[in-house]
C-alpha cells in the first residue's frame, strides 16, 4: 500500500514539474508572439501614414491611383510575411510546449 502512496506521489510530483516546465514554454511563446504582433501593428500603421502623406500629396488622379495600388501590393505582401511568421511561433509554440510531456507519454506506452 506504501509503495502504491509512492508512485502515486512520484507521479504527481513529476506531472506537476511537467506541467511547469510547459507553461513555461507557452510564457515564453506567447511572449513573442505579442512582440511580433506589436512590431507588426507599428510598422503597418508607419507604412500606412507614409501613404496617407503621398495619396494626398499626389498632382493627378493616376499618381494617386498608383500610391494607392503600390500601398495595397505592399501591405499584402507584408501581411502575407507576418502571417507566416505568425504561423511559425505558433508552431514553434505548441512544440515546446508538448516538449515536456513526450517522455511522460513515452512511458505510458
Do not use: N, R
Not at 511561433?89 to 512544440?95: E, G, H, M, R, V
Amino acid at each position: 500500500m506504501t509503495q502504491t502512496y509512492e508512485d502515486f506521489s512520484k507521479y504527481g510530483k513529476e506531472f506537476a514539474d511537467t506541467g511547469l516546465k510547459s507553461f513555461a514554454s507557452l510564457s515564453k511563446g506567447a511572449q513573442a508572439i505579442a512582440t511580433e504582433a506589436g512590431e507588426y501593428t507599428k510598422k503597418s500603421f508607419e507604412a500606412g501614414s507614409a501613404a496617407a502623406e503621398k495619396l494626398l500629396s499626389a498632382k493627378s488622379l493616376e499618381k494617386a491611383i498608383e500610391i494607392q495600388s503600390d500601398f495595397a501590393k505592399q501591405s499584402y505582401e507584408a501581411f502575407v510575411t507576418e502571417a507566416t511568421k505568425l504561423g511559425d511561433l505558433y508552431a514553434d509554440l505548441a512544440k515546446e510546449a508538448y516538449k515536456p510531456f513526450e517522455s511522460m507519454v513515452a512511458t505510458a506506452k
